[in-house]
C-alpha cells in the first residue's frame, strides 16, 4: 500500500483508501470553506443511488443577447449550464481526445512518474498515477495537471508539442473567461468588470484525465472512475466528454442526474470560490463520473479534459459587493484553496496565512 492511500480522519484513526469506497462527503466536511449541507457516498452504489431523469441542464447561447441572464438562472438553479456557440472549433475537441489517449497509453510509467504530482502555489501540478487522484478513494483514472506555470516554462512535458497543442486549447477557453465572469457580475447586479485585472492572465489548471478500460477487478471493486467532488475554483470549462460518465447531485431531491452535452459545447460549472464570493448565490455542485451503463463500454477508454479557472494566489476571496451581508469573511486565496484540496493530499498540504 502507498503511502498515499494512507489518510487520517476527523478522530486521528488511521483510514486507507479502500474506506473511501464507503465513505460519505460528510466524513471531510471540516476542509471545506463554504456551506455543503448535502451528504452524499463518495463512490457511486448501483444499489442505493437514485437518478433524475427529468432535469435538463440548461443550453445557454453564448451569443444570444440574453446570455447573461440565461448562464446566472441556470448556475444559481445547479450549478451547471452547458455553453453553446462558443466559436470553438470541436474538430479541435476531438484532436486533444485522441492527444489524450496517445500521450497516456504511449509512455512507458518510468517516464509518465518523472512528472509526478507537485504542489506549485495552489495547485497540485504533474502527473497522479491511477487509483492516486486523492488519497480519499481509488479513482478509476490517470491524469496530468498542468497550470499556467507548465506553458511559461520548466520541464512539466515530456513532449513540446503536446505542450504546444494544449496552449492552443487553453488559448480558446481563456477568450471565453472574461464573458462569462462580466455575464455572472451582470446577473448578480455588481459592476460586470469587477474582476477583468484579476481575470486577465489568471491561473488555471488544465486536467488531463485518462480512465483506463476496466479491469473485471476494478469493475467490481466498488470504486468509482473519478470520486464525487465539488470543484475548488471560480469555474470549470469542461468541452463535452464523447463516453458517458458525467452525473451531477440535485440538492433538492438528492438524486444524480446524467448530463449528456453534444459534441462541441462545452459544459460549465461553477466552484467553491464562486460560491464564497458570490454569497452562496452560485452553488458549487457535487459531480462524480461513473462507469458507463453499457457493460460492453466497460471495455473502452474514456478522455475528459476540463480547465479550471483561478484568480492568482495572493488575491483576496471577498464576498461581492452587491450580494447582502457577507455570510464569510474575505481570505486569502491560497489558504482557502489548499485548506480545501489538503483533503485530497493530506493535511501538510495546506498553506497557512504567514507560512
Ligand atoms: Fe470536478
Same mark, same amino acid.
Given at each position: ?81 452547458? &455553453? ?22 504511449? &509512455? ?75 455575464? &455572472? ?171
Amino acid at each position: 500500500m502507498s503511502a498515499l492511500s494512507l489518510l487520517r480522519d476527523n478522530r486521528g484513526a488511521m483510514k486507507t483508501q479502500d474506506d473511501g469506497i464507503h465513505a460519505t462527503n460528510q466524513d471531510f466536511i471540516r476542509y471545506d470553506q463554504v456551506e455543503k449541507r448535502q451528504t452524499y457516498h463518495l463512490a457511486e452504489s448501483e444499489s442505493e443511488d437514485q437518478f433524475d431523469d427529468e432535469f435538463v441542464i440548461r443550453t445557454c447561447d453564448m451569443r444570444s443577447p440574453a446570455f447573461a441572464h440565461e448562464l446566472g438562472e441556470a448556475l444559481r438553479e445547479i450549478g451547471f449550464a452547458i &455553453l453553446s456557440n462558443t466559436g470553438i472549433d470541436a474538430a479541435l475537441y476531438d484532436e486533444a481526445e485522441t492527444k489524450i489517449a496517445e500521450m497516456f497509453t504511449r &509512455l512507458p510509467m518510468e517516464e509518465k512518474l518523472r512528472y509526478r504530482a507537485q504542489r506549485h502555489g495552489s495547485v497540485n501540478q504533474g502527473y497522479f498515477p491511477i487509483k492516486e487522484t486523492s488519497n480519499m478513494h481509488p479513482d478509476l483514472v490517470e491524469g496530468w495537471v498542468f497550470c499556467r506555470r507548465a506553458f511559461e516554462g520548466g520541464d512539466f512535458w515530456p513532449h513540446n508539442d503536446d505542450r504546444e497543442f494544449f496552449r492552443e486549447i487553453v488559448a480558446a477557453h481563456e477568450a471565453l473567461i472574461l464573458p462569462v465572469m462580466q455575464s &455572472l457580475l451582470q446577473y448578480l447586479g455588481c459592476d460586470p468588470h469587477l474582476y477583468d485585472a484579476r481575470l486577465t492572465g489568471t491561473n488555471f489548471g488544465l486536467r488531463l484525465n485518462y480512465y483506463p478500460p476496466l479491469s473485471a477487478e476494478d469493475d467490481a471493486s466498488g470504486a468509482a472512475r473519478l470520486l464525487g467532488h465539488e470543484d475548488v475554483d471560480l469555474f470549470t470549462f469542461l468541452p463535452a466528454p464523447s463516453t458517458e460518465g458525467l452525473q451531477i447531485l440535485n440538492r433538492k431531491n438528492m438524486k444524480w442526474i446524467r448530463v449528456a452535452a453534444p459534441r462541441g459545447t462545452i459544459i460549465l460549472n461553477t466552484g467553491d470560490y464562486m460560491q464564497r464570493i458570490s454569497n452562496d448565490v452560485f452553488p458549487s455542485t457535487t459531480h462524480r463520473v461513473s462507469k458507463p451503463r453499457d457493460g460492453s463500454q466497460r471495455g473502452s477508454a474514456r478522455v475528459s479534459f476540463p480547465m479550471a479557472v483561478y484568480v492568482w494566489e495572493d488575491e483576496v476571496l471577498e464576498v461581492l459587493p452587491c450580494v447582502g451581508p457577507p455570510k464569510y469573511p474575505p481570505v486569502k486565496a491560497i489558504e482557502f484553496h489548499t485548506s480545501i484540496t489538503s483533503k485530497f493530499y493530506g493535511d501538510d498540504y495546506a498553506v497557512k496565512e504567514g507560512s
